[in-house]
């Protein structure tokens, strides 16, 4: 196999805290390469050097025999370098062949863009890669999937030979991930090279050739896939032997003390009924778009609802808005931490404190240093000190200081969906410690997860959701995975 791209001792600080140090790797045509590592280990690092995005302190890089110091994102471009981050970078607003051709359309009489030549040409490329996508549609329409695929087109459109994919399945359904996969196995059969970043360990085994895992700034381990298992690439992670499933102590009281009540709206969720107990891991599951995420925004006040009431310990406290959730001690953290649960350009300080900030007309820096020092270290989340960036945290530490701002309020009712998204399996673990510590508090939580190990080992019951129903409520210490997926697409044991 063609050697395209060494990567030798390339390091890189930022304010003196070193996030790479002597990394090495390679990538040979017609190979996937994977890099694996605990959030914070730096391989987002990593692919902005590849990219251009970042320059190295040191270290070089040799890309077709050709060897660099740094790269600028336009000579990485040329070299045929193309990264497809998580969040499609697409504008919603243009068409699916305008997309393809931004920035090098094709022009009829040297001043009119030539669409039917676009859309033509568009035709073409989306018919070799397989991907089943109409070039004249707006890429508003399309879905998570599509965009991801699109991406992909536009990145081959521009003769990319080397194809960088971060986190790429994040938030994709099932037959959308199963779609992608499809398509990166044809472009590696097209010799195409592909350096391939998931917390996904199933995806990293069904695409991956080789695996690097980066473990504090270091190359700690090469794994030939073929030869690995999970078992194996988890404990070069984060150096501990794996778990599949993690073991939650039961503090369920018992009481009741949560009504969800006939909840109904969001164009979708339908009458909706369970109780809650404190102490308690309620889990919703189901297929994405069974409407679990519309139901606890509505029990949030986010969205509004057409019906439903939330009873606590007999009191009605139904939220009409967020503001007002917060107020009555029911709180969110969001799937979308990003859009709705941070200040992507604050400090981490200010993310923390936000919500007590705004309940307080003076305020006293000392004790807010002293709040903001407390939960960084109480939660372990690292920074180089309170006033970074939250933007430029790890996923698994941006999702502890949602957390960890919720924490600082005390409320009765603790709501989190797909808590874990993008999170390593080191901070996984974290998060499900400080969920273990809220219902060890007596508080009461309703967790929505689509990874079902997670469901099943986090939650005391876990609530089924079907088309917009809660269509069954078991033990969650009944479940399995085999009855979870039955029960999610509605299969009955006897095949029916």
């Not at 986190?167 to 044809?186: K, Y």
């Not at 069974?290 to 509004?304: C, H, N, Q, S």
């Amino acid at each position: 196999m063609k050697k395209i791209l060494e990567v030798e001792n390339v390091s890189k600080s930022f304010s003196g805290i070193c996030v790479l140090h002597n990394v090495s790797l390679s990538l040979n045509a017609g190979e996937v390469i994977c890099l694996a590592g605990e959030n914070g280990a730096g391989k987002s690092t990593l692919i902005k050097i590849l990219s251009g995005a970042q320059p190295p302190d040191s270290g070089k890089m040799k890309i077709f025999d050709q060897v660099y110091e740094k790269l600028s994102p336009a000579q990485a471009m040329e070299l045929g370098i193309a990264t497809i981050y998580q969040d499609a970078d697409l504008v919603d607003s243009l068409t699916v062949s305008d997309n393809i051709f931004l920035g090098h359309e094709l022009l009829r009489d040297g001043a009119f863009v030539n669409k039917k030549e676009q859309e033509k040409r568009t035709a073409v490329l989306l018919k070799q890669l397989g991907i089943n996508l109409d070039p004249a549609m707006l890429v508003e329409r399309l879905s998570p999937g599509q965009k991801q695929n699109l991406q992909v087109a536009k990145a081959l459109h521009g003769e990319a030979k080397i194809l960088i994919m971060d986190e790429p399945t994040a938030s994709l359904g099932e037959e959308e991930t199963a779609s992608l996969m499809e398509l990166v196995e044809r472009l590696k059969n097209q010799g195409i090279g592909i350096i391939y970043i998931s917390h996904f360990l199933e995806e990293i085994f069904q695409l991956g050739d080789r695996a690097y895992v980066l473990k504090d700034g270091e190359m700690v381990k090469e794994l030939f896939l073929k030869d690995s298992n999970q078992d194996e690439l988890i404990q070069a992670m984060v150096g501990r032997a794996a778990s599949n499933f993690y073991q939650k102590n039961c503090f369920a009281s018992g009481d009741q003390a949560l009504q969800v009540s006939h909840y109904s709206g969001n164009g979708f969720v339908e009458d909706v009924s369970f109780t809650v107990s404190r102490g308690e891991v309620f889990g919703l599951g189901g297929l994405v778009g069974a409407g679990r995420t519309e139901l606890v925004r509505m029990i949030y006040g986010a969205d509004r609802s057409e019906a439903g009431k939330l009873i606590l310990d007999g009191r009605d406290i139904t939220p009409k808005n967020p503001t007002e959730a917060v107020c009555k001690g029911v709180f969110l953290v969001s799937e979308d931490r990003k859009k709705e649960g941070m200040f992507i350009i604050r400090s981490v300080k200010e993310n923390l404190l936000i919500s007590k900030n705004e309940k307080n007309f003076f305020l006293s820096l000392n004790k807010e240093n002293r709040e903001a020092d407390e939960s960084i270290r109480t939660l372990g989340i690292k920074v180089f000190n309170r006033e970074q960036e939250v933007g430029n945290l790890s996923g698994g530490n941006q999702q502890k200081v949602v957390i960890a701002r919720w924490l600082l309020e005390n409320g009765d009712v603790y709501i989190f969906d797909e808590p874990t998204k993008g999170v390593d399996v080191g901070a996984r673990e974290e998060i499900y410690k400080l969920i273990e510590h809220l219902a060890e508090q007596k508080k009461i939580i309703i967790m929505v997860s689509s990874n079902m190990p997670e469901l099943i080992s986090m939650s005391d019951r876990i609530g089924i959701m079907r088309e917009g129903k809660l269509v069954n409520v078991m033990e969650a210490k009944n479940a399995t995975e085999d009855i979870l997926i039955k029960e999610y697409i509605g299969v009955k044991e006897n095949g029916s």
